[in-house]
Every structure is written in structure tokens, then in C-alpha cells.
């Protein structure tokens, strides 16, 4: 069966094909890389478990595949280029000969510092090539790398240090983000006062600014090369691994208190984030890539750094962010690296939008040849203006819906095939089975219809298990549904069976692409000494997608509100980031609760979107009066 596809009528062809016999399917696919040894059996599952297991038998190593397998007759193409958060600053491009010889370099350089096969490394950096350069090298030595992004704080780090017993973590003095310096090392300082498993903390050199190193712990990247260097052997033989050995971890938010720690494996998660990368976005050799996440979340993990570099591509890495030194940084970039695919996320699109054409004018976007999103629904206003302003209406937009659990792309057209629809992730790719459920767990058939997304049949990339709880992964994703996989979103098919997302049904908010707990904000914001209680919500946010809302009951320093307001605001970066501080706190008497005592987050809801008049059915309250109290409230927050 030839699974290229070149128009609609192959996505359906193949479609079936991967639906009849998924087997078949992927290992054609699979085919596709490059494998020390091959498998025995393509796929084993069950979902009550639950138990997958993908490519028994088979023998392999990612960066093999990512980066020896292209150097005999691709070694002197571009595979990273860097551009820096300052634009003053000069640009950086890698080979893959080049990147090689780097990730070689610096697994030595993990071995040297007592990292060995299954170790847990934790990799906190900015977004330079070094940390492309961390994370395959783990690879290439069998260690799990946990990224964890640099917007988190101390506790956060501490508590995934903590979970996954990391050995080593990787980071930098500091680094550049916009106008401001963020100070790494510093915040791993602060983290490693509660983790007693680390053993030695590499540190980049970036921004020079000043840091402690403590004697024994920490040294620096640039040293332990020179190290190596003088070892004189700068080759490192890739570890050979099992397909379902672990690749990484990597932790999201659910809807309980801490976040879970996603595992993924080597053989399933490569054959999917490649099969992905090149379908949806029908890569063409030469092609410059430029997906603009950070490599801290499951985006740039897989469209950064494995799926580009597994399929030979050239990707762009940004350090900055969209808006600095103004509006126009990404077009600027685009048309100085002459970037043909732009894969980035609504919250950036509509932040964009909101400085109107002027960063537009004089820049040359006619390199751009195929556009992409991703993180969260995008309303149709920013899809049109991606489409008209961004692609000049010559560039196929794809909604590429996914999640950090399933590794990559699920529901997505494919460019230039798959007719789109503003606002629409339109169809499943070859070897995904979505299904609609309503609450009794009933598959929803036929179209026109919507109910809780679910996908019914495993793909290479779906989630192994939560990192040391396999209980927990369970509950959250196959315990809601007999024999499925729950995404925990709510979506709509409609006449032409194309799908929309319509954002999460559980206590996930969506802020500006990052899933954020609202038992976690909870939490955080709990901490705050003068706080009794709280209880967080989502509401529209015109950039954002969603806003963060809180309802407090304070204590004692209830005259206080401003500086109390500040104080909490402080204790959420604290303990989990500025990414989860609330947008709006109101101060609150009482929470509407039932006689069972729990809170009803659907009234809060709606009082956060700013409706007051329809609340629903409030007969259940154990005391109506709050609400009219809460109501009053939220017109003066
Ligand atoms: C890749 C990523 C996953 C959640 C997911 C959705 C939402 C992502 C889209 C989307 C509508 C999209 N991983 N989401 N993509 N909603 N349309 N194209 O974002 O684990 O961080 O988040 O994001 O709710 O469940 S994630």
C-alpha cells in the first residue's frame, strides 16, 4: 500500500486503510526510520489497564535517527537555525553534522558527570540551541529528560525534581525573554534546597549574570566540554533501547492538584511525531520550519526539535517573544531566515492583531507557503486575519488539534489537501478513531452531533502512563469511558463530519495555550495566609482564549483588599509561575455551595463571564443569598 498522500481522495483511501488495518498501517510507517532491530509484534493494548505497548522486539535509538541517518548525504544541511531574543545579536545555524558533533559532545559530558541509562535528568533553560543540544543527548544516552519550562517557579521545579528523583539538571545562568532577564540558576538554587536527589547541575553560560556555584555541585557547561575535548574521543555510540523504553516526561496540568507527569517511549513517540510532522505539514526537503512554542512544552518537544530533526528538516528556534522589540519580530524573522511554514498559537495570532497593520508594513512574508495552529480553539476573526494578512490568502491555515498525551497531531487537515474550515481541526489523520460520547458513556454516531471527545483505538504516540502512578493515568483518561482514551474535551462533528473543538469539560483553563489546573491555582492562592477559601474559574479573554478568575474569602486583613490582592498574586508565582496568576480576584463572603458541600463552579462561571440574569438552576444551594452577594460583587471587580 502506498501511504503517500497527494490529494483528498488519498487521505480517504488511506484513512480506511489505516482504519481496517491499523496494524498494517503504522508498521508501513514505521518502515520508515531507521531501526537497530526490528519488532516482533506491531502493537499489544488494552485500555482497562491500561497496558499499550507498541513495536515489541524492536531495537532503537531516536537520535539516530534524528541526526546519524542524515549526515552521509544530507550532514551539510541547516538543521537548527537560532535567532536570538535580540535581534542585534548574531544569528546561529547548526548542521546536522554540526548538531551531531554537539550532542556527542555534551553525552560525554553527561557521562562524565555519572549520568547512565533510565536516569532522570531535569533540563531548565532558555530557548537556545544548547537545549536542543540537552535534550538529544539524553536521548542518545537512554537518560528520561524532564524539561521543565521557564516561566515555573522554585516549588514547581522542586516538585517535579522531586516526583521523577532527577539526577541532574541542565540549565543556564539566565536568560532573555523581551526586556527581561530571568535568572535560572538562581530559581534552581532555590528548588535544589528541597531536592536531595540531585547529584550535579550543569550550567550554560548565557547571559553572564552573576550566579553561586556550589563546590561539588555545579559546573559549567563550556568546562566539561573542554573536558571532553581533551579526552579526545568526541564520538558517543547511541545507547541501543527498547521501543517502549522510556524517551521523556513531561508534566501537564489536570484537573486535581498537581500536575501529572506524561510519559512517553522511544519507538511510538518517534514514528508518530515524524509521521505527523510530515503529513500535516507535507514538509518538502529545504523547507525552513518555525514553530514558535517554547521547547518547555509538549510543541516544541515534538515539532522543535523530534519530528523536524527525525524527518531531516530545517527548524527555526526562536529565544524571544512576539512582541519584542515590537509587533513585527516574527515577520522580521520570517523574512530574514525566509521561513516557508509558520506553526504557532491563537493567543499569539489575536495579540498580533491587536496592534493593527502597521508591524505588517514593508515586511516580506512571500516566503510563507503553509500556516499552522495550535494550543487552543481559534475563534474565526483570528483565523481570517492569519489567513488574509500572514498567508495573503495563498497559504493553507491548519487548526492542528492535540495534546501533550497524545504526543502529536490528531485531528488536523493536512496542507493543501484536507478543504479547511475556519475554526475547524476538520479531520482525523490516518490511524486516528475519534468518537463523540455523551455523559452515559454512549458513542454519539452520525453527524450534526457533539458530546465528549474520545479516541477509540491506540496510536504509537498515546500516553503510557503518569509518571510513578500508573493509577492515576487510569482514572484521568480511561475510567470515564469503557475502552477509550478521554481528552477531557468537548467537540462538535458537524453535517460534513468535520470536527471542532470546543475547549476543555473538565477543571483545565486554557491561558494562552497552557493548560492551568484550577485545583492547583486553588491551592496556591490557599496558601496566602490571610485566605479561608477560594475557588477559580476560566472566563473568555480576548488575547488569552481564557482568563484566570478567582473568588477569595479572606480572613482577618478583610479592609486590606489592595495589598492583599498583590500578596496573592505573589504567592501564585510563587508557587507555581506567573503564567498562573489570577486576572481577576474578587473578594468574596461565601462560595455557592451544595448541601453536600461542594462548590458550584458552573454558577461562578457564568458570574465571571458577566452573565447575572440566567444562572440555572440554583434550587440546590445551601444558601442562595450568596450568589445575589457574588453578583453584586463581580460589577465592581
Ligand atoms: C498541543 C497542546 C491540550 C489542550 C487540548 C485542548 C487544547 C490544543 C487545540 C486545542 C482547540 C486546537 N497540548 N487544544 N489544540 N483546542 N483547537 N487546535 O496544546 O496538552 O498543552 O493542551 O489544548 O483543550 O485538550 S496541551
Redesign the pocket.
Known amino acids: 500500500m502506498n501511504l503517500e498522500i497527494t490529494s483528498f481522495k488519498d487521505y480517504k483511501r488511506i484513512y480506511d486503510y489505516s482504519i481496517a488495518e491499523p496494524e498494517k498501517f503504522w508498521e508501513g510507517i514505521a518502515d520508515t526510520y531507521y531501526w537497530r532491530k526490528k519488532w516482533h509484534t506491531v502493537l499489544e493494548w488494552n485500555f482497562k489497564d491500561p497496558s499499550i505497548k507498541w513495536f515489541q522486539g524492536a531495537k532503537l535509538n531516536i537520535t539516530e535517527n534524528c541526526l546519524d541517518r542524515h549526515l552521509e548525504k544530507e550532514g551539510d544541511r541547516t538543521a537548527i537555525i537560532w535567532e536570538p531574543n535580540d535581534p542585534e545579536e548574531h544569528y546561529r545555524k547548526l548542521t546536522y553534522k554540526e548538531l551531531h558533533f554537539k550532542v556527542c559532545q555534551f553525552a560525554n559530558a553527561l557521562k562524565n558527570n555519572g549520568t547512565k541509562k533510565g536516569d532522570c535528568i531535569c533540563i531548565y533553560m532558555p530557548m537556545v540551541p544548547e537545549l536542543a543540544i540537552a535534550v538529544l543527548a539524553c536521548a542518545r544516552i537512554g537518560a528520561v529528560h524532564s524539561v521543565v519550562f521557564g516561566g515555573f517557579s522554585a516549588q514547581s521545579i522542586a516538585d517535579r525534581i522531586n516526583d521523577a528523583q532527577c539526577s541532574l539538571v541542565i540549565t543556564a545562568d539566565g536568560g532573555f525573554r523581551g526586556n527581561k532577564d530571568i535568572p535560572l540558576k538562581n530559581v534552581i538554587d532555590d528548588a535544589l534546597v528541597q531536592c536531595h536527589s540531585v547529584q550535579k547541575v550543569i550550567v550554560l553560560t548565557r547571559n553572564r549574570t552573576p550566579v553561586s556555584m556550589i563546590k561539588g555541585r555545579d559546573v559549567w557547561w563550556e568546562d566539561e566540554i573542554k573536558k571532553v575535548e581533551t579526552q579526545g574521543n568526541p564520538a558517543c555510540l547511541a545507547e541501543e533501547m527498547d521501543a517502549e523504553d522510556e524517551l521523556f516526561i513531561l508534566y ?1 496540568s489536570g484537573s486535581t492538584g498537581k500536575p501529572k507527569g506524561v510519559v512517553h517511549t522511544c519507538g511510538g513517540y518517534m514514528v508518530y511525531v515524524g509521521y505527523t510532522f510530515k503529513t500535516v505539514f507535507q514538509y518538502q526537503p529545504d523547507e525552513v520550519f518555525f514553530c514558535t512554542a517554547d521547547i518547555g ?3 516544541g518537544h515534538s515539532y522543535i526539535v523530534y519530528g523536524p530533526l527525525s524527518q531531516g528538516a530545517t527548524t527555526l528556534l526562536f529565544e524571544g517573544i512576539p512582541t519584542w522589540p515590537d509587533a513585527g519580530r516574527f515577520w522580521d524573522i520570517v523574512e530574514k531566515h525566509q521561513a516557508n511554514i509558520l506553526y504557532t498559537a491563537p493567543t499569539a495570532i489575536r495579540s498580533l492583531m491587536s496592534f493593527g497593520d502597521e508591524p505588517l508594513k514593508g515586511k516580506n512574508l512571500s516566503s510563507l507557503k503553509k500556516l499552522g ?6 475563534n474565526e476573526e483570528a483565523w481570517h486575519w492569519f489567513d488574509e494578512k500572514i498567508g495573503k490568502k495563498n497559504c493553507p491555515v491548519v ?7 497524545t504526543s502529536g497531531i490528531m485531528i488536523s487537515p493536512i496542507a493543501r489537501i484536507t478543504p479547511t474550515k475556519p475554526g475547524y ?1 476538520t479531520l482525523p489523520l490516518p490511524g486516528i478513531q475519534p468518537c463523540l460520547v455523551d455523559e452515559n458513556g454512549k458513542e454519539i454516531e452520525g453527524n450534526g452531533v457533539s458530546g465528549n471527545l474520545c479516541i477509540k483505538f491506540p496510536w504509537p504516540g498515546i500516553i503510557r502512563t503518569t509518571y510513578g502512578d500508573h493509577e492515576r493515568c487510569r482514572t484521568a483518561y480511561f475510567a470515564t469511558y469503557e475502552n477509550m482514551y478521554f ?3 468537548g467537540c462538535l462533528r458537524d453535517e460534513d463530519g468535520y470536527y471542532r ?1 470546543t ?2 469539560v473538565d477543571d483545565v483553563i ?1 491561558v494562552s ?3 492551568i489546573g484550577t485545583a492547583e491555582v486553588e491551592n496556591a492562592i490557599n496558601m496566602h495566609a490571610d485566605v479561608i477559601e477560594s475557588a477559580v474559574v476560566g472566563y473568555p479573554h480576548d488575547i488569552k482564549g481564557q482568563g484566570i478568575y478567582a473568588y477569595v474569602i479572606l480572613g482577618s486583613s478583610i479592609h486590606a483588599h489592595d495589598l492583599t490582592r498583590k500578596n496573592i498574586l505573589q504567592t501564585v508565582s510563587r508557587i507555581i509561575g506567573a503564567i498562573a496568576k489570577p486576572d481577576k480576584i474578587q473578594f468574596v463572603s461565601g462560595l455557592p455551595k451544595t448541601r453536600s458541600g461542594k462548590i458550584m463552579r458552573r454558577i461562578l462561571r457564568k458570574i465571571a463571564e458577566g452573565e447575572t440574569s440566567n444562572l440555572g438552576d440554583t434550587s440546590t444551594l445551601l444558601d442562595p443569598n450568596v450568589v445575589e452577594e457574588i453578583k453584586s460583587g463581580s460589577l465592581f471587580s
Do not use: F
Open positions: 501537564t512544552w509538549i510543541t495552529s495550535v494550543g487552543e480553539p481559534i487548526d492542528t488539534w492535540w495534546q501533550t498525551e481541526a481528552t477531557g474535551d473543538i475547549g476543555r486554557n495555550g497552557h493548560r
